[in-house]
């Protein structure tokens, strides 16, 4: 595609919601929801074109202030999607807590690698609709 609409067009693999430090309950549960469905559809999107017969697991990564948290989705059966929350850490504030610097990597290395998984599986699996030849004008 040669168009300025196809070079930015976008590809779901998971996605992200951010806040601010002192965020209410309310305002956290809420970006949870939208985590959750966002990653319904992209889900919904990669089993529609994709010819792929393992389940998959789309991540989502919410952030709030500084504590981290490492959700999944994934298609139990039909109609029926399972969220789970995979891994949480928190940003260390002190010299004391840097040990939670390294659960936040880890957490954030497994967030890359399943988005890694879902770009593959895209790639590699899915359906092409066979284009007919236009006539040449």
């Known amino acids: 595609m ?7 067009c976008e590809d779901d693999h998971a996605n992200c919601e951010v806040a601010k430090r002192e965020t209410p309950v ?4 809420t970006n949870k929801i939208k ?12 089993l529609a074109t994709t010819k792929y017969d393992e389940p998959v ?22 109609g029926l999607y399972v969220g789970a929350q995979e891994a949480q850490g ?11 610097l ?13 988005t890694k998984k879902i770009a593959n599986i895209k790639q ?3 359906i092409t609709s066979v284009m007919t030849p236009q006539p040449k004008t």
């Open 90 to 100: 928190m940003f260390p504030q002190n010299a004391f807590e840097l040990m939670n």
């Open 35 to 46: 985590l959750l469905v966002e990653s319904k559809l992209i889900l919904d999107q990669l």
């Open 26 to 29: 309310s305002k956290s549960d």
């Open 124 to 126: 590699s699996f899915t």
């Open 2 to 8: 040669d168009t300025k609409a196809g070079k930015h």
């Open 57 to 78: 697991a789309i991540p989502a990564l919410q952030l709030c202030g500084n504590s981290v948290f490492l959700y999944s989705l994934c298609l139990a059966a039909d």
């Open 102 to 114: 390294r659960n936040v990597v880890n957490l954030l290395y497994n967030f890359w690698f399943a």
